[in-house]
């Protein structure tokens, strides 16, 4: 089996590195995973932030089962099948009545939707008389999906180069760090200068060329950034201000990631168009929406001469099996309280973090909300200096974790914790004493 895995390319992961050591899983129950030798690991990032209902989930299983044998596939081109209706339904009965969300397009991917959300925000501007409207404002460190738009959308080199020239028309933004801010400057400011550098941005691009914003509300790949309290109603305000439509890419942090159903929640600054994925069927299948407010779907709503719809899907978009499933997923989310379990598991995370953080100067920051948590190492924590990218040192504090049965989201300088939402006290406090033992152990030099 192992030598087979010279013949795969495993996504992100450098080919020869991933062969050399591969990890291949076998079976999954709860929050564990098994490989190929009969090692029993920790899913400390939910296959990646999606398996949030765990792993061996019959619920979820038996759904699919009985959809496969009822329909697989309806007739995407032509029509929907009940249970993409009943997904609708589902999806619209979760967002508050006063923002007025009134319609939803079902896909299979995160990718598709926030690429289906931009053109979603270009259409639309051409629709109600603002057809100078194309550009795409993100932060540089966010990561919106792999596909041509998305990719263009996403702000981190290393991920784009490769690939250049990508579409024009994308304008990115400072992140919103509160932890390393481009300037000094008081804590509480910090959100009003962020969103008057956007409103600058804004201004000298000119509004009237500008279609969208789109953002993650708590951005992971940016390395579980939250940014400062009133950094998004600010920015939702000026979204208001100038015409731009708001698009949140919900796609890791909704359905009860950061212990509320939505993040949108944190802050009471909803957007425009909503981008949802991976938890939405707890990874069981393929399934993704857009979820619009009545005035965006309005400009798509006309008859055939008009040909004012959306011109674009996929053939898996909203398919009845991955309906059935989300359909099953969210009855759990709401019915074993999921979302509640992510706060509560993800308080005790956090409160352990800090404890940690005093004992191990090596940890500068530990943010994030409910099971969306990141560490942030740093080599002089006074001027929160990182070490130098090739110590790696978020990479073997992962590895130490892997070798004790602990898979960790990681990066050289930081660490995430996101386990599946259904995580136990005493399966959370295993998680940390493995991450504890794994970070002793790099600190002292031996891993
Ligand atoms: N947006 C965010 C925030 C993501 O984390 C991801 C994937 O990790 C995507 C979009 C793309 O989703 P997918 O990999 O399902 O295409």
């Not at 731009?244 to 796609?251: A, M, T």
Request: hydrophobic share 40%.
């Amino acid at each position: 089996m192992k030598e087979l895995a010279r013949h795969i390319m495993v996504d992100f992961l450098p080919m020869k590195v991933f062969a050399d050591d591969p990890l291949i899983v076998t079976e999954g129950r709860g929050i564990y995973l098994t490989d190929v030798d009969g090692k029993r690991y920790i899913d400390g990032l939910s296959g990646t932030f999606c398996v949030n209902l765990g792993h061996g989930n019959k619920g979820l299983a038996e759904a699919a089962s009985r959809q496969y044998e009822r329909l697989a596939l309806a007739i995407p081109t032509l029509g929907t099948s009940d249970r993409a209706l009943e997904m609708v339904k589902a999806l619209l009965d979760l967002m508050p009545k006063a923002k007025q969300y009134t319609t939803v397009k079902l896909l299979s991917g995160g990718s598709e939707v926030t690429e289906a959300a931009i053109k979603m925000a270009r259409q639309y501007h051409k629709q109600t008389g603002a057809a100078t409207r194309y550009k795409v404002l993100s932060h540089y460190r966010a990561y919106h999906g792999a596909t041509g738009h998305a990719l263009a959308a996403g702000g981190w080199p290393g991920w784009r180069a490769a690939y250049e020239p990508l579409p024009g028309g994308f304008i990115h933004l400072h992140t919103p760090d509160p932890y390393r801010p481009p300037f000094p400057g008081p804590a509480e400011t910090l959100g009003e200068t962020y969103a008057r550098l956007v409103e600058e941005v804004i201004e000298l691009e000119g509004p009237e060329t500008i279609a969208a914003f789109i953002t993650e509300p708590i951005m992971m790949s940016a390395g579980v950034v939250v940014p400062p309290r009133d950094y998004l109603p600010r920015i939702r305000t000026l979204c208001d201000r100038y015409g731009i439509l708001l698009i949140y890419d919900e796609i890791i942090t909704g359905f009860g990631r950061t212990g509320t159903m939505f993040a949108a929640e944190h802050w009471d600054a909803w957007p425009d168009i909503f981008c949802l994925g991976k938890g939405m069927s707890g990874g069981y299948a393929p399934l993704s929406a857009n979820v619009l407010t009545g005035r965006v779907a309005g400009a798509f709503w006309g008859k055939a001469a008009e040909a004012v719809q959306f011109h674009a899907g996929h053939t898996y978009g909203g398919n009845p099996v991955a309906c059935a499933v989300g359909l099953a997923a969210i009855r759990q989310i709401v019915e074993e309280r999921i979302v509640e379990n992510a706060k509560a598991r993800g308080a005790q995370a956090q409160a352990r973090l800090r404890e940690l953080q005093t004992r191990y100067p090596v940890i500068g920051d530990v943010r994030g909300e409910g099971l969306l948590l990141g560490v942030e190492f740093v080599e002089d924590a006074g001027r929160r200096r990182r070490f130098p990218p090739e110590e790696q040192f978020g990479l073997r504090v992962r590895e130490a974790a892997r070798r004790r049965g602990l898979l960790l989201r990681a990066s050289h300088w930081m660490v995430a914790v996101a386990p599946p939402l259904t995580i136990s006290a005493r399966e959370m406090d295993e998680f940390l004493d493995i991450l504890e033992a794994a970070l002793r152990e790099v600190v002292s030099g031996k891993g």
